[in-house]
């Protein structure tokens, strides 16, 4: 099934105190943007892509996405996070019937592996993520104190890119709208509607990058990746 990718650039990435959204940060000599750009161009099932960027970053995205064939679109995103989704869904083609994909620009290192994994789960079951297992104990704490200890054997981290067939996510989204409802992730949304989400392995290279640490992390990790 063919998909569109969305890839979602416009956060402001504070955290990384570096005065510039964090998607045009560069690891290795290239954006964090053009790196998760360039994975998705590689995706077989993916036809399409849009980036959604912060509006002052509109004309340099542009430039730097330019070389890629897939390319449908770049546009200013939202005050939120599905504010700016809600405006890549805007240039999904009318009578398009694949899957979408939603994919954060600051996790650069996702492999087409996993694109692929997430684009066939979405198209059998309508919506799907991929997940990584929690290793730590996990606490739920209210008002300074445990209330409980959760079995982590049912928890899971949630990755992106996150996939849904079109109809699916425009619901989910409609609803969430209606709802006056913050999301925090689409498949959030998608479950609202009672709509199965699948999971599919995640990885740890898919890790998203939030703090100059990690930052430092990817540096090594790429060169990790290095032919001997």
């Not at 297992?133 to 890119?161: F, I, N």
């Amino acid at each position: 099934m063919q998909a569109l990718a969305i890839i979602v650039a416009a956060g402001r990435g504070e955290r990384m105190g570096a005065g510039r959204p964090k998607a045009f940060l560069e690891l290795a000599g290239e954006t964090l943007l053009a790196r998760a750009a360039a994975a998705f161009a590689a995706a077989p099932s993916v036809t399409g892509i849009v980036a959604v960027v912060p509006g002052s970053e509109l004309a340099p995205a542009r430039v730097l996405l330019a070389p890629l064939a897939k390319l449908r679109a770049v546009v200013p995103g939202g005050e939120r996070r599905q504010d700016s989704v809600r405006e890549g869904l805007k240039q999904v083609p009318q009578g398009f019937a694949g899957v979408v994909l939603v994919h954060d620009a600051a996790r650069p290192l996702v492999a087409v592996a996993l694109i692929e994994d997430v684009v066939a789960a979405a198209a059998d079951v309508g919506a799907a993520l991929p997940v990584v297992p929690l290793v730590d104990t996990v606490k739920r704490v209210r008002a300074g104190r445990v209330v409980e200890t959760l079995d982590r054997g049912e928890l899971a981290a949630a990755q992106t890119p996150q996939g849904f067939r079109i109809e699916v996510l425009t619901a989910a989204y409609e609803r969430a709208y209606r709802d006056q409802l913050t999301v925090t992730d689409e498949a959030m949304a998608v479950e609202r509607l009672g709509h199965a989400v699948a999971v599919v392995a995640g990885s740890a290279d898919n890790r998203k990058l939030t703090t100059p640490e990690d930052l430092a992390w990817a540096e090594g990790r790429l060169k990790d990746m290095l032919p001997a």
